[in-house]
T-cell receptor, first 116, second 112 residues
Framework: GAVVSQHPSRVICKSGTSVKIECRSL??????MFWYRQFPKQSLMLMAT?????????EQGVEKDKFLINHASLTLSTLTVTSAHPEDSSFYIC????????????FGSGTQLSVL | GQQLNQSPQSMFIQEGEDVSMNCTSS?????WLWYKQDPGEGPVLLIA?????ELTSNGRLTAQFGITRKDSFLNISASIPSDVGIYFC????????????FGQGTILTVHP
């Protein structure tokens, strides 16, 4: 299947700092990428839809000023957690859409964020 | 919003046994996807289904898109220890702009 690369895989930061997570589609162009958050042993919760060249669309309850999304090219989307707090600690996963009639969604390997 | 009910929530089986899990939705979907997630990793796509009644296999895995378009099942035959993980169904309906709705997941444990 298609490859989606997500970095870093793990990050520990101090409260109040900002953390940037990158998501790259390596072998296809993704006009749409999605960012999810996952708590232990729970399902994936969609945070936002990232569209290349336009503003991201955030799900209800997700603070757009806290979770900044940039999708500057067809292969790269970034999520920046600004002024991180311990409650932001979570597993963040990006995905990229292959588009087309038989659209598939491929996921990155995830980023475990721990805010001290 | 749309809801997917995935069952069972967890399964404990012996190596070699067959496994079946399913998802039902309150609305019609036009795509069903099945994923497996290992601890600390992102979900990996197993099977994608696009037509009602479609039956697709991937090795020991078989999945079907229900005729009513409101359900799907995944079967794993002759389970092996590396099948351990969390399995998620995900559905997409026509006006969801590509967004997926995920089931709650099925935690599979395989005893050697």
């Amino acid at each position: 299947g298609a490859v989606v690369s997500q970095h870093p895989s793990r990050v520990i930061c101090k409260s109040g700092t900002s953390v940037k997570i990158e998501c790259r589609s390596l072998d296809f162009q993704a006009t749409t990428m999605f960012w999810y958050r996952q708590f232990p042993k729970q399902s994936l919760m969609l945070m936002a839809t990232s569209n290349e060249g336009s503003k991201a669309t955030y799900e209800q309850g997700v603070e757009k000023d806290k979770f900044l999304i940039n999708h500057a090219s067809l292969t790269l989307s970034t999520l920046t957690v600004t002024s991180a707090h311990p409650e932001d600690s979570s597993f963040y996963i990006c995905s990229a859409s292959s588009g087309g009639e038989n659209e598939k969604l491929f996921f990155g390997s995830g980023t475990q964020l721990s805010v001290l | 919003g749309q809801q997917l009910n995935q069952s069972p929530q967890s399964m404990f089986i012996q190596e070699g046994e067959d496994v079946s899990m399913n998802c039902t939705s309150s609305s019609i979907f036009n795509t069903w996807l099945w994923y497996k997630q290992d601890p600390g990793e992102g979900p990996v796509l197993l099977i994608a289904l696009y037509k009602a009644g479609e039956l697709t296999s991937n090795g020991r895995l078989t999945a079907q898109f229900g005729i009513t378009r409101k359900d799907s099942f995944l079967n794993i035959s002759a389970s092996i220890p590396s099948d351990v993980g969390i399995y998620f169904c995900a559905g997409r309906y026509l006006t969801s702009y590509g967004k997926l709705t995920f089931g709650q997941g099925t935690i599979l444990t395989v005893h050697p």
